[in-house]
């Protein structure tokens, strides 16, 4: 996405963030100042409402090729703000338009341009319902959240080594961990879920593998036998929600092709976020997508567009801490080869 390109209604997305975020002309050019050395927006513009001053801003900086640096200091000081938040996802929707209306009767609509294909939309909405019942807040203690994970057989659950990773290595209990099952926002408000703990002494953990000093580093390629995952094992299967389909050889999503992640961002409730492939890494040990992501994401699900599960999310690009050039998954078919060697009993497909 080049943020000095953007169309008018990306544009308006986001003046409100800017708005949303510095309530003030004072406050916005104080920011201008501190974090970018540039001069006051009035000064740049002239006169107007704030509102006006901002969009003629943001049409300036566009034509002078700096907005993305408008963007990263605006995530880095206001990062929590939901509107700022929420602004690369938005982005992107707003950067669809319409098919324009047909000259001629002579004209043809074109195939397939990415090669996604179609879905039945309802079919699809039923499916992303069952996927939101299977995801997880896993919490240690209760209520205080530490990553997600994914049902993947009625008493099993996928998440990240990391997540886990004192509880592994016996610095903690794994008595203290909770699968909250169903923490989400609808239109009736908040469910608060359904909180299941782990089953006791040793059973609780099945398998695991640990994520490679390249995935923190940011230096040198991940080893494909450290896959950054813990299969868990819960007290007692979950009632309300059918496993996500496991599949050893579902193919990742191609170049530019939609990625979809269903995550608890910053421990928040479920939220989705969409993306689109950026391919993997150079020995296929890492699949990498530009969908946002944030800390409590860690073990989420990570889909194609036909909702098959892909990936297991994981990290983000180490090199940056204010806006990443990639977030990083485990591919589905190495962790289930994993599981594999490890004679874990079969539960994929």
């Not at 390109?5 to 409100?16: A, C, N, V």
């Not at 800017?18 to 104080?30: E, G, Q």
């Not at 050893?248 to 530019?256: I, Y």
Request: glycine share 8%; charged share 20%; aromatic share 6%.
């Amino acid at each position: 996405m080049d943020w000095n390109e953007l169309s008018g209604p990306q544009l308006k997305i986001l003046r409100e963030a800017i708005l949303r975020s510095f309530p003030t002309v004072a406050r916005f050019d104080m920011f201008l100042s501190d974090e970018l050395d540039k001069r006051s927006a009035s000064t740049e513009v002239g006169p107007g409402s704030y509102e006006q001053q901002i969009q003629a801003y943001l049409i300036n900086i566009q034509a002078e090729g700096w907005t993305d640096n408008l963007v990263d200091a605006l995530q880095r000081l206001r990062g929590r703000n939901p509107w700022v938040q929420r602004l690369p996802d938005a982005i992107r929707a707003a950067g669809t338009s319409a098919p324009e209306r047909l000259a001629s009767p002579s004209m043809q609509l074109e195939k397939i341009v990415q090669g996604g294909g179609f879905a039945d939309l309802r079919i699809w909405a039923q499916s992303l319902a069952l996927v939101s019942a299977a995801t997880c807040r896993i919490e240690f203690p209760a209520g205080q959240p530490q990553g997600t994970g994914i049902l993947v057989a009625p008493d099993l659950v996928l998440t990240n080594y990391h997540v886990v990773k004192g509880q592994l290595n016996h610095l903690t209990s794994s008595a203290d961990i909770v699968c909250r099952f169903g923490y989400a926002r609808d239109a009736n408000g908040l469910d608060e879920g359904t909180a299941y703990t782990l089953a006791s002494g040793e059973a609780w953990t099945i398998a695991n593998s640990p994520y490679d000093d390249a995935d923190t580093r940011g230096v040198g390629v991940a080893n494909p036998t450290s896959l950054d995952y813990a299969l868990l094992r819960l007290s007692a299967p979950v009632a309300d929600a059918k496993p996500i389909k496991v599949a050893q050889n579902t193919a990742l999503p191609n170049a530019e092709l939609p990625v979809l992640i269903v995550q608890h961002p910053a421990g928040t409730p479920q939220a989705l976020a969409i993306g689109k492939s950026l391919g993997v890494n150079e020995n296929g040990s890492r699949f990498r997508y530009d969908a946002d992501t944030l800390g409590g994401s860690s073990g989420s699900p990570v889909f194609n567009q036909r909702l098959e599960l892909v990936a297991l999310h994981h990290a983000g690009d180490p090199r940056s801490e204010i806006r990443a050039a990639y977030n990083q998954g485990i591919p589905i078919s190495m962790i289930v080869g994993s599981l594999q060697s490890k004679q874990v009993p079969q539960f994929w497909q």
